[in-house]
């Protein structure tokens, strides 16, 4: 059981690895009688428990709930070298994005976004933030997709990373520019 | 001297890359792993042998000196921990695993995702390959427990304001 978690896991790996895999062997332990009864009591007591242990497994299990997520802006620089703040750009649909860095010469690497299903505190004094999730890297996004970031990539000149999610997005966080002045 | 750090640029970069990518996202991982092979080129001469578990020890730091950065720019605001790929095509599986401490998730990722036995894994993470062994054997177990509570759970949909 324990072995096939890992193996699990291996299968869903984000970037997938070069050639195989060579996974730890489980420790092979001679089982007596005593663990296996301890092991029977302790199912039969857990049994009458069921529905506390149901609730504390949707800590995990739930979707995300009440996540807040503050932009911090940034400056993107063009071609004819005047600074464009993301401020106004930040939850966006991405057509109105695209025409207006267009307009300004910077080129766009986009991102789109599939946000992590689990919430967890952060500590100063934030109730949930979003933990997993992953973006991608494609050549378009859907036109009416939001735009969450956008920051400027600062190995190539007039290039900028637009991370970008999908308009309904269950799982998105809500998103505040607060750090905008608004 | 410059010649063994391009070989080992040569041979690892795309390795060390993976790495990165699995744990950060995209805009982050160029300079992610600059920083790693330019900690490497600064300290060629204490890099050992068999270089690739010490790199990924590097850029694990690299990482959580980046994210440290986020966090002092945020100024005590939200923070959103968005920049962990976690496991795909499997939901039950990435909400188990983003459930458990970054501790736990990361030797499970060493060995299943970067393959690397317990002793390389303990060199990454700087402990004893005792302590690497009993944190993966915990690791894994609390995984097992998580899956297995989750096979016969199922939360109700609940929607978030945007």
């Known amino acids: 059981m324990r072995t096939d978690v890992i193996k699990r896991l291996a299968a869903a790996n984000p970037v997938p690895h070069d050639g195989p895999l060579h996974l730890p062997e489980p420790v092979r332990m001679r089982v007596s009688a005593r663990p296996l009864v301890t092991v029977a009591v302790a ?34 620089t063009g071609p004819d070298g005047t600074a464009l703040s993301t401020c106004g750009l930040i939850g966006a649909r991405a057509d109105k994005v695209t025409a207006v860095l267009d307009s300004r010469g910077i080129t766009i690497q986009w991102r789109f976004m599939h946000w992590g299903t689990v919430t967890a505190a952060t500590g100063n004094g934030s109730p949930t933030a979003i933990t997993g999730g992953r973006s991608d890297a494609v050549n ?43 | 001297m410059a010649q063994r750090f391009e070989q080992i640029y040569a041979e690892h970069r795309e390795a060390v890359r993976a790495y990165v990518r699995r744990r950060a996202p995209e805009a982050m991982v160029d300079d992610v792993v600059s920083e790693t092979f330019l900690a490497c080129l600064r300290k060629i001469d204490r890099v050992p042998s068999e270089p690739l578990p010490w790199l990924y020890g590097v850029a694990r730091k690299t990482l959580a000196n980046e994210r440290r950065k986020r966090a002092r720019a945020a100024q005590g605001q939200f923070l959103p921990v968005f920049g962990e790929p976690e496991p795909v095509n499997d939901g039950v599986l990435a909400a188990a695993f983003n459930a458990l401490s970054e501790r736990d998730r990361e030797v499970l990722r060493l060995v299943a995702w970067e393959g690397l036995s317990l002793a390389d894994a303990a060199t990454v993470l700087g402990c004893s390959g005792v302590a690497c062994r009993v944190r993966y054997h915990r690791a894994k177990s609390r995984l097992a427990s998580r899956l297995a509570a989750a096979a016969s759970f199922q939360p109700e949909p609940k929607e978030v304001t945007r």
């Open chain 1, 140 to 182: 378009s996004v859907p036109a009416d997709s939001i735009v969450w970031d956008i920051v400027p990539d600062t190995t190539t000149p007039n290039s900028a990373f637009v991370f970008a999610e999908a308009p309904n997005d269950p799982t998105a966080p809500t998103l505040s520019t607060v750090n905008c002045g608004g």
């Open chain 1, 43 to 76: 199912a039969a007591a857990l049994a009458g428990g069921g529905v506390a242990i149901a609730a504390g497994v949707g800590a995990f299990a739930a979707p995300l709930h009440q996540a807040t997520l503050v932009v911090s802006p940034n400056a993107l």
